[in-house]
């Protein structure tokens, strides 16, 4: 069973940053696709940022300038470079993995246990 740890979070004040680490068990080249979610408190569990197997990067609208995923297929990990941290962005972060379209017989998805990222001032 694939694994998923993600790392990194911790308190920041408005305008610092941050970067999150989610490390796989295994090869993630392997993967159809990969996301960064979060969920704050209250609050519905909602995809920030995504990167396919061909390296396409999208992102939510509120964070769209001010994060940055990318993947190291070498160590295995996916990241969220966070910058310009708001209060709206303190959440639980969770790192995200699937192996086929959620319409195939095959889809598999993964999920870590998260991280906490908390913003003061």
């Known amino acids: 069973q694939v694994q998923l740890v993600e790392s990194g979070g911790g308190l920041v004040h408005t305008g610092g940053s941050l970067k999150l680490s989610c490390a796989a068990s295994g090869t993630i080249q392997g993967f159809d696709a990969m996301a960064w979610y979060r969920q704050a408190p209250g609050k519905v569990r909602e995809s920030i940022a995504t990167?396919?197997?061909?390296?396409?990067?999208k992102y939510r609208d509120s964070v769209k300038g001010r994060f940055t995923i990318s993947r190291d297929n070498a160590k295995n990990t996916l990241y969220p470079q966070m910058n310009s941290l708001e209060h709206d962005d303190a959440a639980v972060y969770y790192c995200?993995?699937?192996?086929?379209?959620?319409?195939?017989?095959?889809?598999?998805?993964?999920w870590g246990q998260g991280t906490q990222v908390t913003v003061s001032s």
């Open positions: 990167i396919t197997r061909d390296v396409i990067p």
């Open positions: 995200y993995a699937k192996t086929s379209p959620r319409d195939s017989p095959s889809y598999s998805p993964y």
